[in-house]
């Protein structure tokens, strides 16, 4: 006998199993649009902060959906290729790029949006529903984000 504790008492184990299952399902969910899960991130987030504020700089970008910033470049440079965002100059700040999502894009973002939501459901509907505000409040917790005050 080992005294390693069992893989599935692990909770990194855990959420690696159910991070790669979620994964598989939003995989299956942008497969129609032709992106990939951190584009559809990207776009989405472009997408939202310009319907709520206006164009973002890139690492504003890259900070609000938690991604890297060099690999936000990246993916940013192929969704301007794609047509879906245009990246202009920063006008306080040569350095800085503004990014904002074209005719395309903003006809894109919502449809993924919503199909990615779908996709959610389904997946976490498979908790039961007296476990789902414990849930949402540590993968908070667990994003970075602090869980809301309890009313």
Known sequence: MSDLPDAWSSPGFLLWRATLRWQRAMVEALKPFGITHVQFVLLASTWWLCENGGPPRQRDLAEHA???PMMTSQVVRAL?????VTRTPDPDDARAMRIAPTRAGK????RTIAAVEAADRAFFDEVPERSRAGMRAALMALGGRPAPAAT
């Not at 301007?80 to 879906?84: H, I, S, T, Y």
């Not at 006809?107 to 919502?110: E, Q, R, S, V």
């Open 66 to 68: 938690g991604t890297d």
């Open 107 to 110: 006809t894109l973002a919502p």
């Open 80 to 84: 301007e290729k794609a047509g879906l």
